[in-house]
């Protein structure tokens, strides 16, 4: 049975940094493409960084490029996000994710890309 957990999130002031985990079971971590989302209530839930099996691929939009980097310890079923300068705008539950490669098409391709799903971690930022 695959599981994904994650944790991490919070309520922070805007300017604040944040790290989330993902820890993953139940299946062989590094064989999977593994990706955070976020979805804020009311809106789609969208890919802000996803990272190939063995890290040699990332992809993070445009539009927190800056502040969000991810990261994965295979050797802990892992996977990070790190979030600086949160704005408000960051506010959202947080989702880590899986799938099957070939990483160089899942990567940035969105939900339907993904097969596992965690429970969310809710990150909520005030200005």
């Known amino acids: 049975q695959v599981t994904l957990v994650e944790s991490g999130g919070g309520s922070v002031q805007a300017g604040g940094s944040l790290r989330l985990s993902c820890i993953g079971s139940g299946y062989t971590f590094s064989d999977y493409c593994m990706a955070w989302f976020r979805q804020p209530p009311g809106w789609t839930r969208d890919e802000v960084a996803s990272?190939?099996?063995?890290?040699?691929?990332?992809f993070v939009p445009g539009y927190v490029k800056a502040r969000f980097t991810v990261s994965r310890d295979n050797a802990k079923n892992a996977l990070y996000l790190q979030i600086h300068n949160l704005k408000p705008e960051d506010s959202a539950t947080y989702y880590c994710?899986?799938?099957?490669?070939?990483?160089?098409?899942?990567?940035?391709?969105?939900?339907?890309?993904?097969?596992?799903w965690g429970q969310g971690t809710q990150v909520t930022v005030s200005s």
């Open positions: 994710a899986a799938a099957r490669g070939p990483c160089a098409v899942v990567l940035g391709a969105g939900e339907k890309a993904y097969t596992y």
């Open positions: 990272i190939s099996t063995f890290s040699g691929t990332t």
